[in-house]
């Protein structure tokens, strides 16, 4: 009896057990099933958009589409860089089954290099795989029309057009236009800077594979870009085009209208010939550039579609230099050009009247030593007017010595120089302007670093430390010319709008303006003119139908060591020819700074091409062809018989005028 109880009460205990056990596994599971459910309904209700939207696009690509860059004309709409179309032979990866066996076939029929083949891969490891790639560009008609006939045997490959960068022009103002080329790290980062600095632009260069470089492309290249479109393309699992499901159409980039006046540029450029240097044509009235040239130039044609090595080297190993603008980055002492500047910095500083006049023996004596004129015996009797005009060294030893350098280095700042002017193109030198402060930047030791007082006679002339662009010269004597008013150079007049076609003028209005003297500049005007008339100029500007102002110049290159100047044969041992002028004289419509790299004097070599421009420019004379060389003027040519400058130790050191 007692045992049944006690089977009766464990088997009750079991069953008690059993049915707890029972209860927590029927509430794990409603947990486990709610938590399930809970989980579903936070993926289907909160998370619905987000997953809608990732499964939307593992099911629709955007393929980019590259925006027609904008066209580049000058002043009377010449087109200078410009877009056109040309046929590419073009694989779309994914309807192709192997894509080096199709290529070595494709080679068998049109010319596929090895460059072709780098590039490819190189756009292969960016684009998706049913995007058409480029594998050879710019095919011929012959090329097409064999493709064409067997294009059957080449599933994934066909004849596309595309749009190209094209300067009809050629190497003409290349500087200053630039040209495009292949976007590289340092471009990517740029532009994310860019889009950082101005979150309000649309600043998208999917699909973009080239940007530009130097000159306006680059400076402009935000402007010439335009606005990349899209399409939707809804792709299968495999990641294979199925169809195009939208269609965004790109915004073409905004033309640039220039200042430069394409006709005188040409006219510009024949009249340098072989020789070296650079022109800068500038309107005083605006600071319009109408001419940049730097010679020799290269074909900016030749970078659109990958520059080849051996066109690359090529360049870079030519002693002239041809990439090197030297317009705006290749600073040069200015010699002569720097005396009109000097005379008004004594006029409006009020350390000299125009009457003012010297005794020219010949040499001016400074602390031991005789800086020599470049006239043997001297002038003779000089006032400034005259000093101008026959280039007296004489005057300006004296002039430098009373106003000092720091005056010098003050008034020369105020007109421009040895700052950057501002032109709307990228590379632009600061070229140097001497002063203590200067000096003592520039060198390291105590001794380099102090400013001694026989330097400051040597920049009174021009010489010793001063060094500055073509641009920069130009751009103080227009300075000058606009009675203190500053127009930062330009050479962008206005930019329009792809979409409008509204022009938006860049702005002429004067950045600043210098206290001068209207009285002073119109005597140095006079005293200018009279340089071209009767001075050095004068067999340069020989029956011109029109009044100009102008001043040589013969900037050092290499020191006698006991040469005469004549004795020099080596061509790059010689020095450079400056020449700086204007015209009309009563209201100056043009103004330039010629730089000839060892063309000797500035009467033999930058005053001609000066007048070729002039020419043109006022009177519509087309010369085309290199400005010929004129005799040096007697005051010029005198310098070949005489010692520059004497010290007691015998030592000799170039001074030119």
Same mark, same amino acid.
């Given at each position: 009896?007692?045992?049944?109880?006690?089977?009766?009460?464990?088997?009750?205990?079991?069953?008690?057990?059993?049915?707890?056990?029972?209860?927590?596994?029927?509430?794990?599971?409603?947990?486990?099933?709610?938590?399930?459910?809970?989980?579903?309904?936070?993926?289907?209700?909160?998370?619905?958009?987000?997953?809608? *939207?990732?499964?939307?696009?593992?099911?629709?690509?955007?393929?980019?589409?590259?925006?027609?860059?904008?066209?580049?004309?000058?002043?009377?709409?010449?087109?200078?860089?410009?877009?056109?179309?040309?046929?590419?032979?073009?694989?779309?990866?994914?309807?192709?089954?192997?894509?080096?066996?199709?290529?070595?076939?494709?080679?068998?029929?049109?010319?596929?290099?090895?460059?072709?083949?780098?590039?490819?891969?190189?756009?292969?490891?960016?684009?998706?795989?049913?995007?058409?790639?480029?594998?050879?560009?710019?095919?011929?008609?012959?090329?097409?029309?064999?493709?064409?006939?067997?294009?059957?045997?080449?599933?994934?490959?066909?004849?596309?057009?595309?749009?190209?960068?094209?300067?009809?022009?050629?190497?003409?103002?290349?500087?200053?236009?630039?040209?495009?080329?292949?976007?590289?790290?340092? %471009?990517?980062?740029?532009?994310?800077?860019?889009?950082?600095?101005?979150?309000?632009?649309?600043?998208?260069?999917?699909?973009?594979?080239?940007?530009?470089?130097?000159?306006?492309?680059?400076?402009?290249?935000?402007?010439?870009?335009?606005?990349?479109?899209?399409?939707?393309?809804?792709?299968?699992?495999?990641?294979?085009?199925?169809?195009?499901?939208?269609?965004?159409?790109?915004?073409?980039?905004?033309?640039?209208?220039?200042?430069?006046?394409?006709?005188?540029?040409?006219?510009?450029?024949?009249?340098?010939?072989?020789?070296?240097?650079?022109?800068?044509?500038?309107?005083?009235?605006?600071?319009?550039?109408?001419?940049?040239?730097?010679?020799?130039?290269?074909?900016?044609?030749?970078?659109? %579609?990958?520059?080849?090595?051996?066109?690359?080297?090529?360049?870079?190993?030519?002693?002239?230099?041809?990439?090197?603008?030297?317009?705006?980055?290749?600073?040069?002492?200015?010699?002569?050009?720097?005396?009109?500047?000097?005379?008004?910095?004594?006029?409006?500083?009020?350390?000299?009247?125009?009457?003012?006049?010297?005794?020219?023996?010949?040499?001016?004596?400074?602390g031991g030593r005789l800086f020599m004129d470049d006239?043997?015996?001297?002038?003779?009797?000089?006032?400034?007017e005259k000093s101008i005009i026959v280039s007296c060294?004489?005057?300006?030893?004296?002039?430098?010595?009373?106003?000092?350098?720091?005056?010098?280095?003050?008034?020369?700042?105020?007109?421009?120089?040895?700052?950057?002017?501002?032109?709307?193109?990228?590379?632009?030198?600061?070229?140097?302007?001497?002063?203590?402060?200067?000096?003592?930047?520039?060198?390291?030791?105590?001794?380099?670093?102090?400013?001694?007082?026989?330097?400051?006679?040597?920049?009174?002339?021009?010489?010793?430390?001063?060094?500055?662009?073509?641009?920069?010269?130009?751009?103080?004597?227009?300075?000058?010319?606009?009675?203190?008013?500053?127009?930062?150079?330009?050479?962008?007049?206005?930019?329009?709008?792809?979409?409008?076609?509204?022009?938006?003028?860049?702005?002429?209005?004067?950045?600043?303006?210098?206290?001068?003297?209207?009285?002073?500049?119109?005597?140095?005007?006079?005293?200018?003119?009279?340089?071209?008339?009767?001075?050095?100029?004068?067999?340069?500007?020989?029956?011109?139908?029109? *009044?100009?102002?102008?001043?040589?110049? *013969?900037?050092?290159?290499?020191?006698?060591?006991?040469?005469?100047?004549?004795?020099?044969?080596?061509?790059?041992?010689?020095?450079?020819?400056?020449?700086?002028?204007?015209?009309?004289?009563?209201?100056?419509?043009?103004?330039?700074?010629?730089?000839?790299?060892?063309?000797?004097?500035?009467?033999?070599?930058?005053?001609?091409?000066?007048?070729?421009?002039?020419?043109?420019?006022?009177?519509?004379?087309?010369?085309?062809?290199?400005?010929?060389?004129?005799?040096?003027?007697?005051?010029?040519?005198?310098?070949?018989?005489?010692?520059?400058?004497?010290?007691?130790?015998?030592?000799?050191?170039?001074?030119?005028?």
């Amino acid at each position: 009896m007692n045992r049944n109880m006690n089977d009766f009460q464990h088997s009750q205990q079991e069953l008690t057990q059993f049915r707890r056990r029972l209860l927590f596994a029927v509430l794990g599971v409603f947990l486990l099933f709610g938590a399930l459910f809970a989980r579903l309904a936070y993926l289907q209700v909160f998370l619905h958009d987000y997953y809608s *939207t990732r499964a939307e696009s593992n099911r629709i690509s955007l393929s980019p589409i590259t925006p027609n860059r904008g066209n580049i004309t000058d002043r009377n709409g010449v087109v200078l860089a410009r877009n056109y179309s040309a046929f590419t032979l073009e694989i779309t990866p994914d309807q192709t089954r192997d894509l080096e066996a199709t290529i070595d076939a494709l080679s068998e029929l049109i010319d596929i290099q090895a460059k072709d083949r780098r590039r490819f891969k190189r756009l292969l490891e960016e684009a998706k795989t049913f995007e058409s790639i480029p594998i050879r560009t710019r095919l011929t008609d012959e090329e097409v029309a064999r493709f064409t006939a067997r294009r059957y045997l080449f599933p994934g490959v066909d004849v596309k057009a595309r749009l190209f960068r094209q300067y009809p022009e050629g190497a003409l103002a290349a500087h200053a236009i630039g040209y495009i080329s292949r976007i590289n790290d340092n %471009d990517l980062a740029w532009l994310e800077q860019e889009a950082a600095e101005h979150p309000d632009r649309n600043i998208n260069y999917k699909g973009t594979t080239l940007i530009g470089k130097i000159g306006l492309e680059k400076e402009y290249e935000l402007e010439l870009h335009g606005v990349t479109g899209y399409e939707q393309i809804e792709v299968d699992a495999a990641g294979r085009a199925v169809r195009v499901l939208s269609h965004t159409a790109p915004v073409p980039g905004n033309n640039l209208v220039l200042t430069l006046d394409a006709a005188l540029q040409k006219t510009a450029e024949a009249a340098f010939g072989q020789r070296r240097g650079a022109l800068v044509a500038l309107d005083p009235r605006d600071g319009a550039v109408l001419a940049l040239v730097s010679n020799p130039a290269f074909d900016p044609n030749l970078f659109v %579609d990958g520059i080849r090595f051996d066109d690359w080297d090529e360049l870079n190993a030519n002693p002239d230099k041809p990439m090197l603008n030297r317009a705006i980055y290749s600073a040069y002492p200015p010699g002569s050009t720097f005396k009109p500047l000097m005379a008004l910095a004594a006029l409006s500083q009020g350390r000299r009247k125009a009457s003012y006049t010297i005794s020219d023996p010949g040499f001016f004596s400074f602390g031991g030593r005789l800086f020599m004129d470049d006239k043997a015996g001297g002038h003779g009797s000089v006032d400034m007017e005259k000093s101008i005009i026959v280039s007296c060294n004489t005057y300006y030893y004296h002039l430098a010595n009373d106003l000092g350098i720091d005056a010098i280095a003050r008034f020369m700042g105020e007109i421009g120089l040895g700052a950057r002017t501002g032109i709307d193109i990228p590379g632009e030198s600061e070229g140097v302007l001497p002063s203590p402060e200067w000096k003592a930047r520039r060198f390291k030791s105590r001794e380099q670093q102090k400013w001694y007082a026989g330097e400051t006679i040597s920049v009174g002339i021009g010489q010793g430390y001063n060094a500055y662009t073509p641009l920069q010269m130009a751009h103080a004597l227009a300075n000058v010319l606009n009675y203190g008013r500053v127009f930062p150079p330009h050479l962008v007049d206005a930019v329009t709008e792809s979409g409008t076609g509204a022009a938006r003028k860049v702005s002429a209005a004067p950045a600043r303006q210098i206290p001068l003297n209207p009285e002073h500049v119109d005597f140095i005007k006079r005293a200018m003119a009279g340089v071209n008339r009767e001075g050095t100029g004068a067999r340069a500007f020989a029956n011109a139908p029109y *009044t100009s102002g102008g001043k040589t110049g *013969t900037a050092q290159v290499y020191s006698l060591k006991g040469q005469r100047y004549a004795g020099r044969s080596k061509e790059r041992l010689r020095d450079h020819s400056w020449f700086v002028a204007f015209a009309p004289l009563e209201e100056p419509r043009i103004v330039v700074a010629v730089l000839v790299e060892n063309g000797g004097f500035g009467s033999q070599s930058a005053a001609p091409i000066a007048r070729q421009v002039f020419d043109y420019y006022l009177l519509g004379k087309d010369s085309a062809g290199p400005a010929p060389e004129v005799a040096a003027s007697a005051d010029e040519g005198a310098l070949d018989a005489a010692p520059p400058i004497l010290s007691p130790a015998g030592a000799q050191h170039a001074v030119l005028p």
